[in-house]
């Protein structure tokens, strides 16, 4: 069994595969055909989640799709592979694909004799949405020749040949493969119950040093301020856990101030008791 080089690829390529566009060059930098392996690109798009008459559905596949993080789609490949049964192929993401974050779940093996177009689940695994066109490169497939055709090949085990995704076949895929937006939400209210028991305890400390009246009135105003800040932030979601933290170091300061003034306080009482019982005073 060999690999297929460009050479062989080239001399070959409409009898292994239909719909590849050569550029007037065949071995130049834009061509398709890599030193030992072949460039496909995308056909259809079907989306999970979708009706079969729906944009994105079996009967109704889009050319174009943003992929959000997390999204799960289905991509057909525009070239049809008329593999002989003699020749197998290896599937594999392009690294220009993989580095933007889209993972690939089942390129795979390719069998002698297979005849019909490529598809894949695809999944975004990156932090930024992936844009999928028609067109735009998808899969590296190698060839292999291998010494003797197949004593069975795909065809043949396969006479009704290969079909599209059926909407059964899409049906089976989750929209959302990680369920980034359910754990965001999830993320998200259990942040607000923290944040909103945190504020409740903060709420019940001020009144009950405000009742020892160990507050400035500045102080008090300022940590009026800073409360109505907070309750803003928490509705509108804005940097919540670095106002927290501010607010339970202002909190520790004021409790600092609290001992400091008990402290104080304490002194205060103690000299003025010395000082009534000291000798020559009168009680």
Known sequence: MSLLRDEDLIANLTVYVEGVELPKDPYSGNSPVQGSSLDLHIGQIYLPGTKKDEEGGAENPKS????????????????????????????????????????????GHVDPGYKGVMRFTVINMAKEAYHLASGERIVRLLLFRMDRDAHTDWQKRNPEGSSLPTQADINLLSKDFVNVERRAKKIAKEQGVKAGLIITAVLGLVGLLLQAHLFYRQDVEDLKKRQET?????????????????????????????????SEQKKSQDLGKTTTNAPGMQP
């Open 64 to 107: 174009g799709h943003l992929l959000q993080t997390g999204e799960t789609a289905v991509v057909t490949t525009k070239e049809t592979l008329h593999f002989p049964s003699n020749i197998a192929g290896i599937g594999f993401p392009p690294s220009r694909v993989s580095f933007r974050g889209l993972l690939m779940t089942n390129p």
């Open 230 to 262: 907070l309750d803003y932030d928490l509705k509108n979601r804005v940097d919540v856990e670095r106002k927290l933290q501010d607010f339970d170091n202002r909190l520790k300061d004021l409790e600092r101030t609290k001992s400091s003034a008990t």
